[in-house]
């Protein structure tokens, strides 16, 4: 699914260069549940973007499904993100005055689907995140945890092949985390490939595979 071979990403800011990814290489296959830790500041973040077609790096190759990143266009990597890579963030990111399904069904826009598939696939991944009791609320109207699944539902809906989740437990709390990493466990028994940041330890020990980033340097973790 993922291959990264001595991948660097460097900025430029006022103090000088800062090498947020310093030679990494990783290979993640179809269907592996991984957790990244690390610092502040230490690459996860610049990591997810790589994986999710977001950003190309300044050397190495970064290979999803097939196609090497840096050597696509913006608009091949815009159709990447929009059918391949999920997206799940620590603030849900819903539109306030939407209805839960209503907001799923904005997740599916850049698609281009018609109208009747868009609420057909809204419903089912609701329901598929045990929401379809609460399609017709408002984010105001549910709990943090509930808002999460709204937002993994959105992702869902897609029907990518990876989900990448950038501290979607941040905002909640343990119970509520709990029950999202149980979501999150039972995608990726059904075969979904997950990626996920996280400062929490408790959330990586449910991971089956762990990697720790800092300085920019990846290594794997027990």
């Not at 799923?104 to 689907?113: D, R, S, W």
């Amino acid at each position: 699914m993922f291959q990264l071979v001595g991948v660097s990403k460097t900025y430029r800011q006022s103090r000088g260069e800062v090498h947020a990814l310093d030679g990494v290489d990783l290979t993640i296959p179809t269907g592996q549940l991984v957790a990244i830790q690390g610092p502040t500041g230490g690459g996860k973040s610049t990591l997810l973007q790589m994986l999710g077609a977001l950003d190309r790096p300044t050397s190495g190759t970064v290979t999803l499904a097939g196609h090497e990143i840096s050597k696509l266009r913006d608009r091949e990597l815009a159709d990447i993100r929009a059918h391949e890579v999920g997206f799940v963030f620590q603030s849900f990111n819903l539109i306030p005055t939407l209805t839960a399904q209503d907001n799923v069904e904005m997740g599916l826009a850049p698609l281009g689907l018609p109208a009747q598939e868009r609420a057909e696939r809204a419903t089912q991944s609701l329901a598929s995140v045990g929401l379809g009791d609460r399609a017709s609320h408002r984010p105001g109207e549910l709990s943090g945890g509930q808002q999460q699944r709204v937002a993994i539902a959105r992702a869902l809906a897609k029907r990518p092949k990876v989900l990448l989740a950038d501290e979607p437990t941040g905002n909640l709390d343990e119970g509520t985390r709990d029950e999202i990493m149980d979501l999150f466990e039972t995608l990726w028994r059904q075969g979904l490939t997950i990626v996920l940041v996280t400062h929490d330890s408790s959330v990586a020990r449910r991971a089956q595979r762990r990697l720790r980033i800092a300085g920019g340097k990846l290594a794997e973790s027990k």
